[in-house]
């Protein structure tokens, strides 16, 4: 699945269950979002700076939350847990492997940990480094520093590669309960089951056998896949196409609304530029939909499939 930092993510088979998203890769709580449900997965999970998880984190794997972020409930991991500067942890830590801890972390309810343990020195790293460099430079090792600032460099652009199936909430964006918004497009997977109301500026796409819990609103167009379920309305301000056999039990808004004969809708129907019951050729528009990164007109693509 291509990556792209300003859209919203719910890969496949995610289930939102009361105050929990149960998902298999790996999750990504970018800086300063939020979120009213917990996490629980078989990948790993990262949380950005002043992120805010108000439920709880389990993971199989490692455990990633950066400075000045807060999780409201327990967290749990089978690996690796490292924790910022200044992270709020307001249940209890259980980690099986190592633990590594910045800088006036709090943990309410305590921890417990089985591999090594490491509390960070409160001076920054960089600090040490500075002095460092400076002891080299009265000593007139030269080369020596030379080396370090190669290694600098190079670490610069290591980054961690995250798994093919991931959950994915960018910066500013908010998955709550009753409402959720981004700032961009909206990427909902197949066979999902999502509860929640989502405001989003940009494409939305719906994966085939879905259902959901609530509306949709969205300031450019919809694309719905085969057989899904909406308890809620869609409002687009550009257009609607719906795929084979699929129920919206609210209203329906847009520009143009294509539905096949097939599909079901249970409230009013408005479509400003007139209805069109074809049948969109999924397998022609399938990658263009989930290419929300390479600058495509996937609208003018989904238009060319339907003619």
């Not at 996490?39 to 984190?57: C, D, L, M, N, P």
């Not at 409402?179 to 497009?185: A, D, E, L, R, Y």
Request: glycine residues 10%; proline residues 3%; contains cysteine.
């Amino acid at each position: 699945m291509p990556f792209d930092r300003k859209t919203l993510v719910i890969p496949d088979e995610t289930k939102f269950e009361e105050h929990l998203i149960v998902t298999n890769g790996d999750i990504i709580v970018a800086d300063n979002a939020g979120t009213d449900f917990g996490f629980k997965t078989y990948g790993r999970i990262f949380v950005g700076e002043r992120a805010q998880v108000k439920g709880e984190i389990s993971s199989e794997g490692d455990i990633y939350i950066d400075m000045f972020s807060r999780v409201g409930g327990n967290v749990s991991s089978n690996g690796n847990v490292y924790l910022g500067d200044k992270v709020v942890i307001e249940g209890k830590l259980s980690v099986k492997g190592d633990l590594d801890v910045g800088d006036n972390v709090e943990i309410r309810d305590g921890f417990e940990a089985k591999g090594w343990i490491n509390i960070r020195s409160p001076i920054p790293l960089i600090i040490y480094i500075f002095i460092y460099l400076l002891q080299l430079l009265r000593l007139g090792r030269s080369e020596e520093i030379e080396k370090i600032l190669e290694e600098l460099e190079k670490s610069e652009n290591r980054f961690i590669p995250i798994s093919e199936k991931f959950l994915f909430i960018p910066s500013n964006a908010y998955l709550g309960i009753q409402n959720s918004k981004t700032s961009s497009n909206l990427l909902i997977g197949k066979q999902c089951r999502v509860i929640g109301n989502f405001n989003a500026p940009g494409l939305v796409n719906v994966g085939e056998e879905s259902v959901i819990y609530g509306s949709i609103k969205t300031d450019s167009d919809i694309v719905i896949g085969k057989k899904v379920e909406i308890h809620g309305n869609l409002e687009a301000d550009g257009d609607i196409y719906l795929g084979e056999r699929v129920k919206i039990h609210g209203d329906v808004e847009g520009d143009r609304v294509f539905i096949p004969r097939s599909s079901h809708i249970g409230g009013k129907l408005l479509a400003r530029k007139g209805v069109l019951f074809e049948k969109v050729d999924r397998e022609k528009i399938e990658e263009k939909l989930i290419r929300f990164n390479s600058g495509a007109d996937v609208v003018d693509e989904i238009k060319d499939a339907l003619e």
